[in-house]
């Protein structure tokens, strides 16, 4: 159908443009697949299915999508190192992944430049040394030449750049994860307890240390606990984190 003049007369748009109003674009999942939850990075899709299997596809340039490679996948793959080990959340940064297990286990892939997967990161490192607060010598916006190199080292320390398939991500003890959310280059997850944790870049405050911070470790957000709050959710924008909470009561302490 042509859209007439008087048809597009209305609409709040740029001078000499129009709209045509588009059936969405669809496309059925394979008979197998029963979602229970979608979650989408920048370039990559994240899907749970009912049986708690994790299915990824999309851009696979720094790993995210956990099939242990930097390939682009344009179908439903099923993440095979999670394979006979249900999950039961998923979520999606920009260009990495998070699962929780069923029974609160934490897993991550996919792009640790800003230390957002919870695992040694060079850049954060080097910055620590030379004192920066800052994103100097960090890349802001991945490429394909650093899908090139994913794991370095120096002496017994090995930093990751890219992790591309799933890891199970070291917490501190008797921390049972009940919900987590990726930002664009941050993670934040609460506990059973009503504890919260985050990492990755923190220069806009995101992490909730008090500092303008990142970190490649995932670090227990003191200011609940102080204030005798109990973190009930947790979800991540781009650059900024909200936490549900509430009066901490006698069975969380």
Not at 117 to 137: D, F, K, V
Not at 183 to 205: E, S
């Amino acid at each position: 159908m042509e859209l007439t003049k008087t048809d597009t007369a209305a609409l709040p748009l740029a001078p000499g443009g129009y709209a045509f109003p588009k059936t969405p674009f669809y496309r059925a999942l394979a008979p197998q697949i029963c979602a229970r939850k979608l979650a989408l990075g920048t370039e990559h899709a994240v899907l749970l299915s009912a049986d708690g299997t994790v299915y990824t596809w999309g851009s696979g340039s720094h790993g995210q999508l956990g099939h242990g490679s930097v390939e682009s996948q344009p179908e439903p793959l099923a993440v095979e190192g999670l394979r006979g080990l249900p999950m039961g959340d998923v979520a999606a940064g920009g260009w990495h992944s998070v699962c929780i297990s069923a029974g609160g286990d934490l897993y991550v892939w996919g792009w640790n430049e800003a230390g957002q997967l919870g695992l040694p990161s060079r850049c954060l490192r080097a910055q620590a040394e030379h004192g920066s607060a800052g994103e100097a010598g960090c890349a802001v916006v991945p490429t394909r030449q650093e899908a090139a190199v994913t794991q370095e080292g120096e002496g017994s320390e090995v930093f990751i750049s890219i992790q591309a398939f799933p890891a199970l991500l070291d917490l501190p003890e008797e921390s049972e994860m009940k919900k987590m959310s990726c930002g664009t280059r941050h993670t934040a997850a609460d506990t059973c307890a009503g504890d919260l944790y985050t990492w990755g870049w923190g220069d806009y405050g995101q992490l909730g240390h008090g500092t303008p911070r990142s970190s490649d470790q995932p670090l227990h957000v003191e200011y609940f606990t102080k204030e005798g709050l109990c973190v009930l959710d947790v979800v991540c924008g781009s650059w900024n984190t909200f936490v549900l909470a509430s009066e901490r009561a006698a069975s969380f302490e």
